[in-house]
């Protein structure tokens, strides 16, 4: 079973996010990352519409200004489902 938390194509990253229940993108033109998709560490923060986060070690730290249930909360990132191809 694939335990991946990451995806990549080409300069992208796809994670899942639980508190939007989508998947996030990256630009890794953007963002730096240590090259892991079992453990990620992602900086800087990733900016969505009303989602904040920190990604480090495999873990989502939600930043409080995020307008969902999750803000201010961690979470272990997932594995991407393979039902979820929304992407935001
Ligand atoms: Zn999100």
Request: overall charge positive.
């Amino acid at each position: 079973m694939n335990k991946d938390v990451i995806h990549i194509f080409k300069n992208r990253l796809y994670f899942y996010c639980p508190a939007c229940d989508v998947v996030h993108e990256v630009n890794l033109l953007k963002h730096r990352w240590n090259g892991s998709l079992k453990s990620p560490t992602i900086i800087p923060s990733i900016l969505n519409d009303g989602c904040s986060i920190y990604i480090k070690g495999g873990v989502i730290s939600y930043l409080k200004d995020c307008s969902h249930t999750l803000s201010s909360q961690t979470t272990p990132m997932v594995p991407l489902k393979s039902t979820k191809i929304k992407v935001i």
